[in-house]
């Protein structure tokens, strides 16, 4: 195991055929995650950056949960979350 890489140097390796996009790797910040080929970490990668959400055609993934200081907020109650001086 090597790395963690950029995703800016791994796309630049691809380009020069280094390796294929079937290379196996895994998001740094899944340490103990599983490897998947480098073609369908491009394909997770432009579905984040296009905003589409991530698995089979149709899926709409849950709306993440409110945070407590929205929910606040939304109540009318609760303090600020951080004061300017």
Same mark, same amino acid.
């Given at each position: 195991? /090597? $790395?963690?890489?950029?995703?800016?140097? +791994?796309?630049?390796?691809? *380009?020069?055929?280094?390796?294929?996009?079937?290379?196996? +790797?895994?998001?740094?910040?899944?340490?103990?995650?599983?490897?998947?080929?480098?073609? =369908?970490?491009?394909?997770?990668?432009?579905?984040?950056?296009?905003?589409?959400?991530? $698995?089979?055609?149709?899926?709409?993934?849950?709306?993440? *949960?409110?945070?407590? #200081?929205?929910?606040? #907020?939304? /109540? $009318?109650?609760?303090? *600020?979350?951080?004061? =300017?001086?």
């Amino acid at each position: 195991t /090597q $790395g963690p890489f950029t995703r800016s140097d +791994i796309l630049d390796w691809l *380009a020069f055929n280094y390796f294929g996009e079937d290379l196996p +790797i895994r998001a740094a910040a899944l340490e103990d995650g599983a490897f998947v080929p480098l073609g =369908h970490m491009m394909k997770m990668w432009d579905a984040i950056e296009r905003g589409r959400p991530l $698995g089979p055609p149709g899926f709409t993934p849950p709306a993440p *949960a409110p945070s407590m #200081q929205a929910q606040q #907020q939304q /109540q $009318g109650g609760g303090e *600020a979350a951080a004061a =300017h001086q």
